[in-house]
Structures are given as C-alpha cells and as structure tokens.
C-alpha cells in the first residue's frame, strides 16, 4: 500500500540556519498539508497546498515558512531562520478524497 | 470557535474490560469527525471516520450532534489496543486535533 514518506527522520539544527522538510505524498494525492506537534502538545495544522499554490495557513505559518513543489513528487518544508521553539515533530499529509495519510514526520531539534 | 476536546490524557484498562475514549467538539456546521491512532514509533494513522459507520479493530465511534460528541468505544479491550488516540474535526480543509488519550491496556 503506498505510503506518504518523510526524510530525514532526525535533523537538529542551530538556532538560526535554515532548514528543508522533505515529503513526498502518495502518487495520486492531490491535496498536501503539514502539521506540527511540539512535545507533549496537540497536532497543529500549518499549511495545505492544492493546484501549486497554498490553500490555506495558519497563524502560525509566518513570513519565516514557505513550502514548495519543485517537481511532481516531493512536497517540502522551509523555515528561513529557525527558533528555539521551531523545535517539533513535523507531519506531513495528502489526501484524495476526505482521509488524510500521514507521514512517519521529522522530528527537528532547533539548538 | 473550533475546537476539540479530548478530557482524558491517559486511560487504564485491563485486558477483555470495555473502552470508551470520550471526544467533544465545538464546530459551527456539519463536521466531519475522525479518530486517529498512533501506536508506540508508527505514523498517524486513521481508525475510523463518521461517515462512514464501520468498525475496525472491535471500535465503533457515533457522532452525536446533540451533545456534539464523537466517542470511541470497544466492548472488549486488547493489549495490541495501547496507543495514542486523536479525535479530529475536519474544518475547511484541515485537520483540527484534540490532544490525544493514551490508552494502556494491561495483560
């Protein structure tokens, strides 16, 4: 059964630098999100994405944020200059129809 | 707002005795509803959705509207049960979760 895929799995980071979450969704999916969960707290939606552009962000999804398809298969995840409290599991989904599939995450550690 | 509520961080059960993992939501208009699962070092993955009223792995969740709840429940809990629950609400196109109950279930 296909899989939504993330990598890397780990990444720690400097507080500052840039960092790339690399997702790719399952082949036919038409519609990408990205979630967070900062340890110990809820899943919280970032951003989706449809037709090559965003659909909808949250508050938490500023300037600092971006996301991109560079080509037909890889969904990815930019923070221009991470913060300590960047530091999460970050998930990606797709979906088809009403399910969203989710990807094992990347957990990022921002020092 | 939309919101929901999941009260329980952490239910305790024996092995063979029922679960009922309680969901409340807060969303103005028809919501679509969804339990989530993660077990220990997987991904999120999808146990059951409203719409469609099946059971999987023994679990049944109805949407009640009147109390705007969606509660998960198994007459007879498993060991292989233990995980972490997420009831989510479907909002414009994104996900809103609760904060999760672990469910532990002792041999």
């Known amino acids: 059964e296909p899989e939504v895929t993330q990598t890397p799995s780990h990444q720690v980071t400097q507080m500052g630098q840039e960092v790339i979450l690399r997702c790719v969704p399952i082949s036919n999916h038409l519609y990408f999100y990205w979630y967070r969960q900062i340890l110990g707290q809820k899943v919280e939606f970032l951003v989706s994405f449809y037709n090559n552009e965003i659909s909808e962000k949250s508050e938490i999804f500023d300037d600092q944020f971006s996301v991109e398809r560079p080509d037909g298969s890889n969904f990815t995840l930019k923070i221009r200059s991470t913060k300590l409290e960047d530091s999460a599991m970050y998930f990606c989904?797709?979906?088809?129809?009403?399910?969203?599939?989710f990807g094992p995450g990347t957990r990022l550690l921002v020092l | 707002a939309q919101r929901v509520t999941q009260p329980e961080k952490l239910l305790s059960v024996f092995k063979g005795a029922p679960v009922e993992l309680k969901c409340n939501y807060s969303?103005?208009?028809?919501?679509?509803l969804f339990w989530y699962v993660q077990y220990s070092r997987q991904r999120l993955q999808l146990l059951l959705r409203h719409i469609s009223r099946e059971s999987i792995k023994g679990f049944t969740a109805d949407l009640n509207k009147g109390e705007t709840s969606f509660h998960l429940k198994k007459p007879f809990a498993q060991e292989e049960d233990s995980a972490m629950y997420y009831c989510a609400l479907s909002g414009a196109d994104k996900l809103i979760f609760g904060t999760g109950t672990r469910l532990q279930v002792f041999p």
């Open positions: 989904a797709s979906r088809l129809q009403e399910t969203q599939y």
């Open positions: 969303y103005s208009g028809s919501p679509e």
